[in-house]
């Protein structure tokens, strides 16, 4: 849901950044309108995509987003979201002038610092989860990170640059990526890790600093008669459950 919700979000901010830019300059109180509008929907856009990401790698690193955290953010959008409503009235972070022409405000850098926060605080959620599920880690935060704040350093920086939403679109595109990428490494019935991501594994390690590693082989007992007596839909549900009972007792 996160990742669609961030897909959408960025779609919408490529569509609206140049129709927006387009409107600078243009005279009329309808343009003046559509200016104000369309700059504070790209800033809602950005903070939604910054939003959803955090969430995004929370739940794909850990499997939900904790009650506290999960607070926090909507906090921090809630706050900012507020500030935009605000900004209609009273410009902080961005106004349209007599000529129409978007201009930043003094407030623009606090919803920059939020976003590049929002950033950080994901890198922080994947490297902590990383540490706690040892080496069998396979998705790569930065394929997300790296473009993004490079499109924003550029876009601050030289106004007119519309740069920051398609950057944002290449992330994205790097995330399916490393989805699809992803599952090569795991049993698509059960989603424990599979034989290629041992090999993965042993191959990162030469021989003089190979960690101790156990290995254990089991049988489900009576597996063939539950193929044989409830079929094979029901057998797959047997695995499913025998999964979750090892990553319950043996941990990640």
């Known amino acids: 849901v996160y990742l669609i919700a ?32 369309g700059n504070t929907w790209l800033y809602v856009g950005t903070l939604a995509a910054s939003y959803t990401w955090v969430s995004f790698v929370e739940c794909h690193m850990n499997g939900s987003i904790p009650k506290k955290h999960s607070f926090v953010l909507k906090a921090v959008v809630f706050v900012c979201l507020i500030g935009l409503v605000v900004n209609l009235f009273y410009p902080m972070v961005f106004d349209v002038d007599d000529k ?18 929002l950033l950080v ?34 876009q601050s920086m030289y106004y007119g640059v519309s740069v920051s939403a398609v950057s944002m679109a290449i992330s994205v595109a790097g995330v399916l990526a490393s989805l699809q990428n992803e599952q090569i490494y795991k049993d698509s019935l059960t989603g424990l890790y599979n034989r290629t991501s ?20 089991l049988d489900l007992n009576g597996f063939k008669r539950i193929n044989d007596t409830y079929g094979h839909g029901v057998g797959d549900h047997a695995l499913v459950d025998a999964a979750e009972i090892l990553k319950r007792v043996i941990g990640k």
């Open 6 to 37: 961030m897909m959408v979000a960025t779609l919408l901010n490529c569509i609206g950044d140049p129709l927006v830019y387009s409107l600078d300059g243009m005279e009329g109180n309808l343009y003046r309108f559509l200016n104000y509008a």
């Open 100 to 117: 129409n022409v978007y201009v930043r405000k003094s407030m623009y850098m606090g919803y920059l610092a939020v976003n590049y926060g």
């Open 121 to 154: 605080d994901a890198i922080v959620v994947y490297l902590k989860s990383k540490g706690r599920g040892g080496l069998i880690k396979y998705f790569p935060v930065w394929s997300f990170v790296i473009p993004v704040v490079i499109g924003s350093i550029v």
């Open 198 to 217: 041992l090999d993965h594994l042993l191959k990162r390690f030469s021989r003089k600093n190979m960690p101790l590693i156990t290995g254990v082989m």
